[in-house]
């Protein structure tokens, strides 16, 4: 059996990460359907990733109501992510939404319900997770190599790496800028690896010192950016602290004037040992041994495939997901995971705003 998807939002997340990964799971999907707000850009999609005669279209319930298609994929800015994904569960269809869950806790908490509601599989586009260097860090985890881990930080740090397509430097439209969009993927690996959710407190600092400064942009990844249209953060940090009295601290930036960028990397401070995420392949073991401080600087690869299998995190992310429908599991990115992932934002963006701690 193929599953049959349809895709709500055609733009840079679907083309770049999601289509060609759905592609190369052809054994497992097809892709019947396509809706964008701009018809050509559906068209587009449909005719280098869609089966024949796919559907195309620009009103998401028309989509929604072709009982041709199983799975929504929900690729569109944040504001929207919720009444998406609420309408698709009421049609009975199984859910994928791009990270992150939604752009407040409350449209969150609506999916939430939906999801439970409709008996349908629901899962977030956290794809750091399928990384084999997070792999192997996360092994080491559950085998209890690092023992307690108690005190963690969690980079999404960019000098310069503002997005100057659609409507990410607006905050109606997606909540905030680069804590909720990547600072997402750092919190998310943050938790999952040290596999604690039981958040006690949150406190957060929001700066917006360099968004609108025409001089910031100079050297910015994707060029200059439209300052008159820049309002949320250039850079965001949380402090969070857990139930157990562990610690995270979640750096955050577009624009920083700072040294060294990391992004979707994390460290980890262990009673046996610490860890650390470095460049998005390696990781780092710190321990005291045999009288001496050592590091331990792996690799971790993939299997050889005489074959070409791929091992990318988007073709294990797809992968997975539509593996864990069609054996009626759950998906290795809970629902339940995603929603303290975006509870902890919103608190973050709260704190600020209030100069107070939000405590859960």
């Given at each position: 059996?193929?599953?049959?998807i349809?895709?709500?939002g055609?733009?840079?997340?679907?083309?770049?990460?999601?289509l060609s990964a759905?592609?190369?799971?052809?054994?497992?999907?097809?892709?019947?359907?396509?809706?964008d707000?701009i018809?050509d850009?559906?068209?587009?999609?449909?005719?280098?990733?869609g089966?024949?005669?796919?559907q195309?279209?620009q009103?998401?319930?028309?989509?929604?109501?072709?009982p041709?298609?199983?799975?929504?994929?929900?690729?569109?800015?944040?504001?929207?992510?919720?009444?998406?994904a609420?309408?698709?569960?009421?049609?009975?269809?199984h859910?994928?939404?791009?990270?992150?869950?939604?752009?407040?806790?409350?449209?969150?908490?609506?999916?939430?319900?939906?999801?439970?509601?409709?008996?349908k599989k629901?899962?977030?586009g956290?794809?750091?997770?399928?990384?084999?260097?997070?792999?192997?860090?996360?092994?080491?985890?559950?085998?209890?190599?690092?023992?307690?881990?108690?005190?963690?930080?969690?980079?999404?740090?960019?000098?310069?790496?503002?997005?100057?397509?659609?409507?990410?430097?607006q905050?109606?439209?997606?909540?905030?800028?680069p804590?909720?969009d990547?600072?997402?993927?750092s919190?998310d690996?943050a938790?999952?690896?040290?596999?604690n959710?039981?958040?006690?407190?949150?406190t957060?600092?929001?700066?917006?010192?360099?968004?609108?400064?025409?001089?910031?942009?100079?050297?910015?990844?994707?060029?200059?950016?439209?300052?008159?249209?820049?309002?949320?953060?250039?850079?965001?940090?949380?402090?969070?602290?857990?139930?157990?009295?562990?610690?995270v601290?979640?750096?955050?930036?577009?624009?920083?004037?700072?040294?060294e960028?990391r992004?979707?990397?994390?460290?980890?401070?262990?009673?046996?040992?610490g860890a650390?995420?470095?460049?998005?392949k390696?990781?780092?073991y710190?321990?005291?041994?045999?009288?001496?401080?050592?590091?331990?600087?792996?690799t971790p690869?993939?299997?050889?495939?005489?074959?070409?299998t791929?091992?990318?995190?988007?073709?294990?992310?797809?992968?997975?997901?539509?593996?864990?429908?069609?054996?009626?599991?759950?998906?290795?990115?809970?629902?339940?995971?995603?929603?303290?992932?975006?509870?902890?934002?919103?608190?973050?963006?709260?704190?600020?705003?209030?100069?107070?701690?939000?405590?859960?």
């Amino acid at each position: 059996m193929k599953l049959r998807i349809g895709i709500i939002g055609c733009g840079g997340i679907a083309t770049g990460k999601h289509l060609s990964a759905l592609k190369s799971n052809g054994d497992l999907c097809e892709v019947v359907a396509f809706c964008d707000g701009i018809l050509d850009r559906a068209k587009k999609a449909a005719q280098e990733y869609g089966v024949e005669n796919a559907q195309v279209c620009q009103n998401y319930n028309e989509l929604l109501a072709n009982p041709n298609v199983d799975v929504v994929y929900v690729l569109t800015p944040n504001i929207s992510h919720s009444p998406i994904a609420v309408d698709a569960f009421h049609a009975g269809k199984h859910v994928m939404c791009e990270k992150p869950m939604a752009i407040n806790t409350a449209e969150a908490e609506k999916m939430m319900t939906a999801w439970k509601e409709s008996g349908k599989k629901f899962s977030i586009g956290y794809q750091n997770r399928y990384r084999a260097d997070v792999r192997h860090l996360r092994s080491a985890c559950q085998n209890g190599d690092l023992g307690e881990i108690y005190y963690a930080k969690a980079y999404a740090i960019r000098r310069r790496g503002v997005p100057t397509w659609g409507s990410f430097i607006q905050g109606s439209q997606q909540g905030g800028g680069p804590l909720i969009d990547i600072g997402t993927h750092s919190l998310d690996l943050a938790l999952w690896l040290m596999d604690n959710y039981d958040v006690e407190s949150v406190t957060g600092t929001v700066f917006k010192k360099l968004g609108k400064l025409p001089q910031a942009t100079d050297g910015n990844l994707w060029g200059a950016w439209d300052t008159s249209k820049y309002d949320v953060e250039d850079s965001a940090i949380g402090y969070i602290k857990m139930k157990s009295g562990a610690l995270v601290v979640l750096e955050s930036s577009w624009a920083l004037n700072i040294l060294e960028a990391r992004e979707a990397e994390v460290t980890l401070c262990g009673t046996k040992a610490g860890a650390e995420l470095r460049n998005q392949k390696e990781v780092i073991y710190n321990r005291g041994k045999y009288g001496r401080l050592t590091e331990e600087v792996l690799t971790p690869g993939e299997p050889h495939d005489f074959f070409g299998t791929r091992y990318d995190a988007p073709y294990l992310e797809a992968k997975e997901w539509l593996t864990a429908i069609l054996e009626d599991r759950d998906p290795l990115v809970r629902p339940e995971q995603s929603l303290v992932v975006t509870q902890v934002l919103d608190a973050i963006y709260e704190s600020a705003a209030k100069n107070e701690t939000v405590w859960f």
